[in-house]
T-cell receptor, first 117, second 116 residues
Framework: AQKVTQAQTEISVVEKEDVTLDCVYE???????LFWYKQPPSGELVFLIR??????QNEISGRYSWNFQKSTSSFNFTITASQVVDSAVYFC??????????????FGSGTRLQVQP | GAVVSQHPSRVICKSGTSVKIECRSL??????MFWYRQFPKQSLMLMAT?????????EQGVEKDKFLINHASLTLSTLTVTSAHPEDSSFYIC????????????FGPGTRLTVT
């Protein structure tokens, strides 16, 4: 069984603050992929990143950075100098390889980020 | 990136009627499509997985006679909510996976269903 936990239900910050969204996962599979998605009020999921279980290098993309630590089964997401446009619900997700061949994503419960001007 | 469309984007129907939602992969062949449901302020929950040309696999607790899924071609899957009730009101999102993509899934924009 797979599980993704996003303990932070809602976070509110003021513009230009840094914010870290936590994600902890559980899986018995040794090979898996982790994802982060952004869901703005429109509802459409926006893909942010995919990381496979063999690549523990941290990644930075503009104001976004991700910290993958296998030892603690965590895949945290940091937004530097947050902006109002970052306000959205962020989902962490996991898919294992193989997983009976279906390869659906298991989503965390999401973290609602509100960035105040 | 690959594009997945959903139609309609919003639909309001009366209780007891059926509603069909289409999910299309526009620029790639989707061997597998997934249907998720998202209730307000909740996460996405997988409803079913459909592989082209075969019967869908439903998750536990999802009524297959109520949520009919058809994946008749490599670019189209449909979800029909039969005899809809207000508790079926939700945001339905499909995703598609192609042959070549390594575990990449492309999500549609979602369909908001309201049953009155």
């Amino acid at each position: 069984a797979q599980k993704v936990t996003q303990a932070q239900t809602e976070i509110s910050v003021v513009e230009k603050e840094d914010v870290t969204l936590d994600c902890v996962y559980e899986t018995r599979d040794t090979t898996y992929y982790l994802f982060w998605y952004k869901q703005p009020p429109s509802g459409e999921l926006v893909f942010l990143i995919r990381r496979n279980s063999f690549d523990e290098q941290n990644e930075i993309s503009g104001r976004y950075s991700w910290n993958f630590q296998k030892s603690t089964s965590s895949f945290n997401f940091t937004i530097t100098a947050s902006q109002v446009v970052d306000s959205a619900v962020y989902f962490c997700a996991l898919t294992a390889v193989p997983d009976t061949g279906r390869r659906a994503l298991t989503f965390g419960s999401g973290t609602r980020l509100q960035v105040q001007p | 990136g690959a594009v997945v469309s959903q139609h309609p984007s919003r639909v309001i129907c009366k209780s007891g009627t059926s509603v069909k939602i289409e999910c299309r992969s526009l620029d790639f062949q989707a061997t597998t499509m997934f249907w998720y449901r998202q209730f307000p302020k909740q996460s996405l929950m997988l409803m079913a997985t459909s592989n082209e040309g075969s019967k869908a696999t439903y998750e536990q607790g999802v009524e297959k006679d109520k949520f009919l899924i058809n994946h008749a071609s490599l670019t189209l899957s449909t979800l029909t909510v039969t005899s809809a009730h207000p508790e079926d009101s939700s945001f339905y999102i499909c995703s598609a996976r192609g042959r070549a993509a390594s575990y990449e899934q492309y999500f549609g924009p979602g369909t908001r269903l309201t049953v009155t």
